[in-house]
């Protein structure tokens, strides 16, 4: 079955430094999401991309969809404390009656201070 | 806005029980919501898709019969654990679509169920 896979599953850095988590699809997506889940906490919506080869920032957090439509990227600049949490990428796949959102794994983030 | 709650926050039960866990949307009407099953330190799971006035569609290799979801309302979803038993426990989330397209979902904060 379609699935998607995000690497690193975890990522320990120094505050200041810059993070990026990965997420590879077996299957060409309509657009890929993001989301954000502190720990003890609900996922939350960061962004959306829809267009291949589309890039996207929010403030330190940039996001790339491929050219392909089969991969994304999220990268931080100058991580901060904030920034600690277990980001997922979501790509939907579409079916002839629908479509579905697959999570990848998510990647845990620590920044130590 | 696009305040999704859910209820309870937790619940213990004792196994061969049944426990209802109810999703809302406080602000907004999902004509479709979704129930996710989340391991520790795992993704999410979609379990199935629930779309009001209809029968929900369940992914494959969750029991139909075991987790009955209903969709009454435009702004609430139930989930139903029948006959619940230890390896049921888990961290169930339930999320919903804004009507204008199924884009970015918003989370309930999750039901933590555990069996004994």
């Known amino acids: 079955g379609q699935q998607v896979m995000q690497i690193p599953q975890y990522q320990h850095v120094q505050e200041g430094e810059d993070f990026t988590t990965y997420c590879n699809s077996s299957t060409t997506l309509s657009n890929i999401q993001w989301y954000k889940q502190r720990p003890g906490g609900h996922p939350v919506f960061l962004i959306q991309l829809v267009k291949s080869g589309e890039v996207k920032k929010q403030k330190r957090l940039t996001f790339q969809f491929g050219e392909a439509k089969k991969n994304s990227s999220l990268h931080i600049t100058a991580t901060q404390t904030t920034d600690v949490g277990t980001y997922f990428c979501?790509?939907?796949?579409?079916?002839?009656?629908?479509?579905?959102?697959?999570f990848g794994q998510g990647t845990e983030l620590s920044v130590k201070p | 806005g696009a305040v999704v709650s859910q209820h309870p926050s937790r619940v213990i039960c004792k196994s061969g029980t049944s426990v209802k866990i109810e999703c809302r949307s406080l602000?907004?009407?999902?004509?479709?919501m979704f129930w996710y099953r989340q391991f520790p330190k795992q993704s999410l799971m979609l379990m199935a898709t629930?779309?009001?006035?209809?029968?929900?569609?369940?992914e494959q290799g969750v029991e139909k019969d075991k987790f009955l979801i209903n969709h009454a309302s435009l702004t609430l979803s139930t989930l139903t654990v029948t006959s619940a038993h230890p390896e049921d426990s888990s961290f169930y989330i339930c999320?919903?679509?804004?009507?204008?397209?199924?884009?970015?979902?918003?989370f309930g904060p999750g039901t933590r169920l555990t069996v004994t």
């Open positions: 979501a790509g939907r796949v579409i079916y002839n009656q629908g479509g579905k959102l697959i």
């Open positions: 602000d907004f009407q999902a004509t479709t």
């Open positions: 999320s919903a679509s804004l009507p204008r397209g199924m884009n970015e979902q918003y």
């Open positions: 629930s779309n009001e006035g209809s029968k929900a569609t369940y």
